[in-house]
């Protein structure tokens, strides 16, 4: 029987975990041991303290549903998501960057091109259009462009489904022989993450605000090409310098054009896709 002390229990458990079977399982189970020891040596955690850390996990369990998914802010605003993506998204060359996905996706309704998408949002007309373009810069034609956003006060369609007549500000577009789409829509805002859960109090903990800057998110896949999940955000905004999932990379920054004939704003933007 071994009489185990702060300075022997670690070593303990990482023997006790390397008998897994499968090496990725091992991996994993001896990093998150090693590091999840680390943690807690350097911080020195209160009873008290340890009891509020399961109380927070507790809640962040308590608060997801078919709606909500608490865990995924969590990881979003510690930056957790971005990493993630990150590593899985080692693009070559030009491929355009991608992003965070968001919990706001549902597969959009199908319009043709040039069809307006905004349903019931109100606010500024917005013309998107681009075109879907391979590493040579050539057209992908009949990729499929799923693009959604929120509306003028920063809600999704998904947040007002009571309140609301339906599905709004997103669909699914299919590009041309140019490899080109376009819609109009109505112009989203900054808007704050979910923040009336235990994440929404840990930012106020950290002193930080729930926001992020104003964005239209992009899903685009062709056959032989990875499915690029990416937002474009708008130039003149608040919060680029801020985001609170530190989503925001400089090569998906565009300024909004304005269109002569209608005065409304237009988002003119193309994307590379990389091959698989
Ligand atoms: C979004 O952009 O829709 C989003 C991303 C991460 C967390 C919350 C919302
Ligand atoms: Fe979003």
């Given at each position: 029987?071994?009489?185990l002390?702060e300075d022997?229990?670690?070593?303990?458990v990482?023997?006790?975990?390397?008998?897994a079977g499968?090496?990725r399982?091992r991996q994993?189970?001896q990093?998150?041991v090693?590091?999840?020891?680390a943690f807690i040596k350097?911080i020195e955690p209160t009873?008290?303290?340890?009891?509020?850390?399961?109380?927070?996990l507790?809640k962040t369990?308590?608060?997801?549903?078919d709606?909500r998914?608490e865990?995924?802010?969590?990881?979003d605003v510690?930056?957790v998501?971005?990493?993630v993506d990150?590593?899985?998204?080692?693009?070559?060359g030009?491929?355009t960057?991608?992003t965070?996905?968001g919990?706001?996706?549902?597969?959009?309704?199908v319009f043709?091109?040039?069809?307006?998408?905004?349903g019931h949002?109100?606010?500024?007309?917005l013309?998107?259009?681009?075109?879907v373009?391979?590493?040579?810069?050539?057209?992908?034609?009949?990729?499929?462009v799923?693009?959604w956003h929120?509306?003028k006060?920063g809600f999704?369609?998904?947040?007002?489904l009571?309140?609301s007549?339906?599905?709004a500000?997103?669909?699914?577009l299919?590009t041309d022989?140019?490899?080109a789409?376009?819609c109009w829509?109505?112009?989203?805002?900054p808007?704050?993450?979910p923040n009336?859960g235990?994440?929404?109090k840990?930012l106020e903990?950290?002193?930080?605000?729930p926001?992020r800057p104003?964005?239209v998110h992009?899903?685009?896949a062709a056959p032989?090409?990875?499915?690029?999940v990416t937002h474009?955000?708008?130039?003149?905004?608040?919060y680029?310098?801020?985001d609170?999932v530190?989503g925001?990379k400089?090569s998906?920054?565009?300024?909004?054009?304005v269109d002569?004939?209608?005065?409304?704003?237009?988002?003119?933007?193309?994307?590379?896709l990389?091959?698989?």
């Open positions: 029987m071994q009489d002390n022997t229990l670690t070593q303990a990482l023997n006790a975990v390397s008998k499968d090496p399982v994993i189970s990093a998150l090693r590091h999840l020891h350097e009873e008290e303290e340890w009891d509020q850390a399961i109380a927070f507790t369990g308590q608060m997801c549903s709606t998914q865990f995924i802010l969590f990881s510690l930056g998501s971005m990493l990150m590593i899985n998204h080692r693009l070559p030009d491929a960057e991608t965070v996905f919990p706001f996706y549902v597969e959009p309704p043709a091109l040039g069809d307006n998408i905004r949002l109100e606010g500024t007309p013309r998107i259009e681009g075109r373009l391979d590493d040579n810069g050539g057209p992908i034609r009949g990729a499929t799923d693009l929120s509306d006060d999704y369609d998904l947040q007002l009571d309140a007549p339906g599905l500000g997103r669909g699914r299919t022989a140019d490899g789409f376009h829509t109505a112009r989203p805002a808007y704050p993450i009336d235990p994440v929404g840990m903990a950290q002193g930080r605000h926001f104003e964005h992009f899903m685009i032989g090409f990875r499915t690029l474009i955000f708008a130039a003149d905004g608040d680029l310098d801020s609170v530190f925001v400089n998906l920054i565009e300024p909004y054009g002569p004939q209608s005065d409304a704003l237009t988002l003119q933007r193309d994307f590379v990389a091959r698989c």
